[in-house]
């Protein structure tokens, strides 16, 4: 059974920075790419970042370019969203997903970054 668990979310106030992380099972994680989705109160899905099974190659939404990177660990099977100089417009629920750009691909159940004064 393929399993996502996002951790690493919470309140921070804008500047500032958070490490998401995605720990992945059930599958053999580094055949996949991988990606982060995020959900604002009351909105839809936005895509955030993917990265190739090797590591090698990410894309970034011009939203979060320069200021989020995402990357992997394939020997630990867990992904990661390194986040820095967080906005307001940043506060949603944070997704990881196993595809590089599929909205109704496998998630978890999230881990919500709230970025408040």
């Known amino acids: 059974e393929v399993q996502l668990v996002e951790s690493g979310g919470g309140l921070v106030q804008p500047g500032g920075s958070l490490r998401l992380s995605c720990a992945a099972s059930g599958f053999i994680f580094s055949y996949y790419d991988m990606s982060w989705v995020r959900q604002a109160p009351g909105k839809g899905l936005e895509w955030v970042s993917a990265i190739n099974g090797g590591g090698s190659g990410t894309a970034y939404a011009d939203s979060v370019k320069g200021r989020f990177t995402i990357s992997r660990d394939n020997a630990k099977n867990t992904l990661y969203l390194q986040l820095n100089s967080l906005k307001t417009e940043d506060t949603a629920m944070y997704y990881c997903?196993?595809?590089?750009?599929?909205?109704?691909?496998?998630r978890g159940r999230g881990t919500q970054v709230t970025v408040s004064s």
């Open positions: 997903a196993k595809a590089w750009y599929d909205f109704t691909a496998t």
